[in-house]
């Protein structure tokens, strides 16, 4: 039993009340909520300042907490822990909303990225937080690979894969390459690659520029290895991750300490922090799960809570996830079921498209 549970026990019935009423009235307003707001609401007749104690005591147990000078209360973390695990009533999605995702996934855009992206900004403009996608690898063979050059310091590289799907990427090529050079470092890569994927070439890059190096000049080498490298930081770190909606979250902000702990998640988001680890923190099967302040090991942010979901392929594995993130007083009753089904709807139409 967790200690959540166990104080959850102990608590007798007007304690319950009076904590999921205070835990309810910040969620909602994001004030302390005062015992003379309670004395209204309660289900049986009791005086301020029979609720004043009451809440002393669970300030005591460190559920409540007392903000500056305010006289009423808010949850801590461990009441919000608390609350979600048993006494959160987690609603439905409205048709409202639910027909607000679905019209987003009904786009006829082959590029699964950009399927994502319309998901992201919908599941943000729904929740009014900021969306956080993870997009599954693209594991289809390569069927073509090309070099463009933009500029003398700009390079294009097209991956055209046997599902049809087609990937740009920018990259800063070495410096004398020519259009020569790009020809040559193209047809290599072809060679190696053929009924490759992505994840299978890089693996096996190294090794194979090392053994045929002679067949390839010196700049040739370094455009193709230079290209690797943009596969390998953008294709399964940085561009996996979608995030939309950050706006969300500075209109959420209502003092300087909000707006420091904004900066600090923007940061964060910035650099993509711990991808693999944003998966992982969905590995322990199907259905959302939450994590409020410090229990969010993905961002040194401590005052935001995430609440996540996998979604998994026709085989039932798990290959991306959805997830919204934003202050701690989140309507989470809202925001659980809208998270748990739009990763349901990604699941089901990327298994539809042969994506997973």
């Given at each position: 039993?967790?200690?959540?549970?166990?104080?959850?026990?102990?608590?007798?019935?007007?304690?319950?009340?009076?904590?999921?009423?205070?835990?309810?009235?910040?969620?909602?307003?994001?004030?302390?909520?005062?015992?003379?707001?309670?004395?209204?609401?309660?289900?049986?007749?009791?005086?301020?300042?029979?609720?004043?104690?009451?809440?002393?005591?669970?300030?005591?147990?460190?559920?409540?907490?007392?903000?500056?000078?305010?006289?009423?209360?808010?949850?801590?973390?461990?009441?919000?822990?608390?609350?979600?695990?048993?006494?959160?009533?987690?609603?439905?999605?409205?048709?409202?909303?639910?027909?607000?995702?679905?019209?987003?996934?009904?786009?006829?855009?082959?590029?699964?990225?950009?399927?994502?992206?319309?998901?992201?900004?919908?599941?943000?403009?729904?929740?009014?937080?900021?969306?956080?996608?993870?997009?599954?690898?693209?594991?289809?063979?390569?069927?073509?690979?090309?070099?463009?050059?933009?500029?003398?310091?700009?390079?294009?590289?097209?991956?055209?894969?046997?599902?049809?799907?087609?990937?740009?990427?920018?990259?800063?090529?070495?410096?004398?390459?020519?259009?020569?050079?790009?020809?040559?470092?193209?047809?290599?890569?072809?060679?190696?690659?053929?009924?490759?994927?992505?994840?299978?070439?890089?693996?096996?890059?190294?090794?194979?520029?090392?053994?045929?190096?002679?067949?390839?000049?010196?700049?040739?080498?370094?455009?193709?290895?230079?290209?690797?490298?943009?596969?390998?930081?953008?294709?399964?770190?940085?561009?996996?991750?979608?995030?939309?909606?950050?706006?969300?979250?500075?209109?959420?902000?209502?003092?300087?300490?909000?707006?420091e702990r904004i900066r600090t998640l923007f940061?964060?988001?910035?650099?993509?922090?711990?991808?693999?680890?944003?998966?992982?923190?969905?590995?322990?099967?199907?259905?959302?799960?939450?994590?409020i302040g410090s229990e969010n090991k993905l961002?040194?942010?401590?005052?935001?809570?995430?609440?996540?979901?996998?979604?998994?392929?026709?085989?039932?594995?798990?290959?991306?996830?959805?997830?919204?993130?934003?202050?701690?007083?989140?309507?989470?009753?809202?925001?659980?079921?809208?998270?748990?089904?739009?990763?349901?709807?990604?699941?089901?139409?990327?298994?539809?498209?042969?994506?997973?």
């Amino acid at each position: 039993m967790t200690d959540g549970a166990k104080l959850m026990a102990e608590m007798n019935t007007r304690s319950r009340e009076v904590f999921r009423r205070v835990v309810e009235g910040y969620l909602s307003s994001g004030d302390p909520v005062g015992s003379r707001t309670l004395t209204r609401s309660m289900s049986e007749k009791v005086s301020a300042a029979t609720i004043r104690n009451t809440m002393q005591d669970l300030e005591y147990l460190g559920l409540l907490d007392s903000p500056h000078t305010s006289a009423g209360r808010i949850p801590t973390q461990l009441g919000l822990r608390m609350f979600v695990d048993g006494l959160l009533e987690v609603g439905t999605v409205s048709d409202e909303d639910r027909q607000r995702m679905d019209s987003t996934l009904g786009s006829n855009d082959h590029d699964v990225g950009a399927l994502l992206d319309h998901v992201g900004a919908a599941l943000s403009g729904i929740t009014r937080g900021a969306s956080l996608v993870l997009t599954p690898k693209h594991e289809a063979a390569i069927r073509h690979i090309e070099f463009v050059s933009l500029s003398p310091d700009r390079a294009l590289v097209v991956l055209v894969f046997a599902d049809g799907t087609v990937e740009n990427r920018l990259f800063s090529p070495p410096t004398g390459q020519t259009p020569s050079s790009m020809r040559e470092a193209a047809n290599f890569l072809n060679a190696l690659a053929e009924g490759k994927t992505l994840s299978e070439l890089r693996r096996t890059m190294a090794k194979d520029i090392a053994l045929r190096r002679q067949e390839i000049d010196s700049i040739a080498r370094e455009l193709v290895e230079s290209g690797v490298a943009i596969w390998e930081d953008a294709g399964e770190r940085s561009e996996r991750l979608i995030v939309r909606g950050r706006a969300n979250l500075l209109e959420a902000a209502t003092e300087a300490v909000d707006l420091e702990r904004i900066r600090t998640l923007f940061d964060d988001l910035e650099r993509k922090r711990d991808i693999a680890e944003f998966l992982e923190l969905t590995d322990e099967g199907e259905g959302v799960r939450i994590f409020i302040g410090s229990e969010n090991k993905l961002f040194s942010l401590s005052g935001s809570s995430l609440v996540v979901s996998p979604y998994m392929n026709a085989d039932r594995k798990i290959i991306g996830a959805v997830g919204v993130i934003g202050p701690t007083r989140l309507n989470y009753g809202r925001i659980v079921p809208i998270v748990d089904y739009t990763a349901q709807l990604v699941g089901r139409l990327l298994s539809d498209r042969g994506k997973g």
